[in-house]
């Protein structure tokens, strides 16, 4: 079983950039798809980004395309995301999610485990 930590968030000025960190305990990181959630206050969780075992393939939320992106280091046994010209609707507590079942859909909500999140605050 795999356990997920997230870091890296904080206190930004709109328009800044951050990069979050969801780094693996447990398991390897490249065994996993991995996918970026964030939930701000009174609002469902929303899909961010995620990115295949493999590698290979990237996926990215509407509201965020464009200026977001996802990315593994194996030998850290982490995966980064990156989001740049960050907007006050940004703010919220960001999760990595991991899962390796089939039938895996990179923007639903259904994650076999989940780290605890880290808060991003958006200054305007």
């Known amino acids: 079983q795999v356990q997920l930590a997230e870091s890296g968030g904080g206190l930004v000025q709109a328009g800044g950039s951050l990069r979050l960190s969801c780094v693996a305990s447990g398991r390897a990181l490249s065994m996993y798809n991995i996918g970026w959630f964030r939930q701000a206050p009174g609002k469902a969780r929303q899909f961010v980004a995620a990115?295949?075992?493999?590698?290979?393939?990237?996926y990215y939320g509407e509201s965020v395309k464009g200026r977001c992106a996802i990315s593994r280091d194996s030998a850290e046994n982490t995966v980064y995301l990156r989001i740049d010209n960050l907007e006050f609707e940004d703010t919220a507590i960001y999760y990595c999610?991991?899962?390796?079942?089939?039938?895996?859909?990179?923007?639903?909500?259904?994650?076999?485990?989940w780290g605890q999140g880290t808060q991003v605050t958006v200054s305007s």
């Open positions: 999610g991991a899962d390796d079942r089939r039938g895996w859909v990179p923007w639903a909500d259904e994650y076999a485990y």
């Open positions: 990115i295949h075992w493999s590698g290979d393939s990237t």
